[in-house]
């Protein structure tokens, strides 16, 4: 970023947080009708240290998904989420295995901690929970605000761990086409938005892994904002998919740039920090052809030598394109780790069966899973096609 650049947005935000303050202080004094909530992020550790974090929000009524929601239903809870009020300078009480810290939030209402124990959390069990209490600004008119919380912790068992993107790995974006991603985020809901087909099964299959009582440890790292994390929660859950700590982006401005458009730094520095974190395990890493998640996974594996098992690539793009990819796998293939660029999920499924890092069965699985997700499309895919075939005719 240019230094003009840099001055302007720290400016910017600057300016952002002082509004930020400034509204949440009238709004206080006029008397807000919202209640506040806390919103738990799932945070990770080891048996010896976890990371929580989370956010305080005031209350916007956001209805739970439903089958028979109207696209307006939709729209109406994605205006709430990106219109979020958040809670600047909230101060909460934090407790976890027997262990009791308070915590500040940020002018964003965003808070985090590192919270080191003393004494060792099970050494078999991979989620932990955590309790959440807030002691101020306090509601008279809505009691005492709470929240339970979990934290993934790798367990003794854990052989590796797995990091995967999102949009167009996942779940069905379509992030190279501006359009049509924006109205499938706008108009969609958990229920309606579409998995690739398989990933629920290989991505059980992975985190099982092969051995007795083997619990590998799984991430998700998006450049979506924070404000979609209950739609996306609820999307893993309902499509059984395993949930995980997920890394998001604050779309507010900062003082580093204007608008969260920068990809390739945000997701380098997501990924340091889960391998530098867990530095005795080896990683696979999942992302799609899309946008840049073969060139950061690419760096990683020069800058992490040794410690990424394999790079799967979901093929989403022109030919011209893969091209490109193919020529980082020649790369990935010299720095003595793997880049396969999959056509679906039971391409990477069948690679990781055939490495001896998912159970041999569990392929079925996944093959009898992608035949079960053949699906009618959603009323928004519904729509898109539509909107496709008039613009072909």
């Known amino acids: 970023m240019a230094r003009w650049q840099e001055v302007l947005a720290g400016l910017t935000s600057n300016v952002e947080d002082q509004f930020d303050t400034l509204k949440f202080r009238l709004k206080e004094r006029l008397g807000s009708d919202d209640p506040v909530q806390i919103v738990p992020y799932h945070g990770y550790g080891s048996r010896e240290r976890v990371f929580l974090r989370g956010r305080v929000l005031e209350d916007e009524g956001i209805a739970a998904a439903d089958e028979n929601d109207r696209l307006w239903d939709n729209l109406l809870n994605m205006y709430r989420r990106l219109e979020s009020d958040e809670i600047p300078h909230a101060r909460l009480r934090l407790h976890f295995a027997g262990v009791s810290e308070e915590v ?12 080191d124990l003393p004494e060792l959390l099970p050494a078999g069990q991979l989620w932990h929970q955590a309790e959440w209490e807030l002691l101020s600004p306090r509601r008279e008119d809505q009691g005492a605000v709470r929240a339970t919380g979990h934290v993934m912790v790798a367990p003794a068992t ?15 974006s379509h992030a190279t086409d501006l359009v049509r991603m924006a109205r499938l985020t706008f108009l969609g809901n ?3 938005r579409l998995p690739f087909p398989g990933v629920a099964a290989f991505y059980r299959a992975l985190q099982g892994g092969t051995g007795p009582d083997v619990e590998n440890v799984l991430f998700y790292l998006s450049s ?9 929660h609820d999307f893993f859950r309902l499509q059984d998919i395993p949930v995980a700590p997920t890394f998001l982006r604050d779309w507010g401005l900062t003082a580093q740039e204007l608008l969260p458009t920068e990809h390739h730094g945000y997701k380098l520095e997501a990924l340091r920090t889960i391998l530098d974190f867990y530095e005795d395990l080896p990683f696979i890493l999942i992302g799609d052809s899309g946008q840049e998640d073969p060139e950061i996974y690419h760096e990683i594996v020069h800058e992490y030598p040794g410690r990424i098992m394999a790079v799967y690539i979901r093929d989403v793009s022109p030919e ?3 091209e490109a990819v193919r020529a980082l796998a ?16 039971l391409a990477m499924a069948r690679h990781a069966a055939e490495q001896g890092w998912i159970a041999p069965e569990m392929l079925a699985h996944v093959e009898a899973a992608i035949a079960e997700n053949a699906q009618a499309p959603t009323p928004v895919e519904a729509l898109l096609e539509q909107d496709e075939d008039e613009a072909a005719a």
Do not use: C, H, K
Not at 104 to 115: K, N, P
Not at 224 to 232: F, H
């Open 158 to 172: 854990a052989r590796f761990g797995v990091i995967s993107d999102i949009d167009d790995t996942v779940m069905q």
């Open 320 to 322: 011209e394109r893969d």
């Open 190 to 192: 958990a229920r309606t």
């Open 104 to 115: 500040v939030a940020d002018e964003e209402g965003f808070f985090a901690t590192w919270l």
């Open 224 to 232: 979506s904002p924070w404000n979609l994390y209950d739609l996306l």
């Open 330 to 345: 020649e790369e990935v293939a010299a720095a003595q780790s793997t880049l396969v660029l999959a056509e679906d999920t």
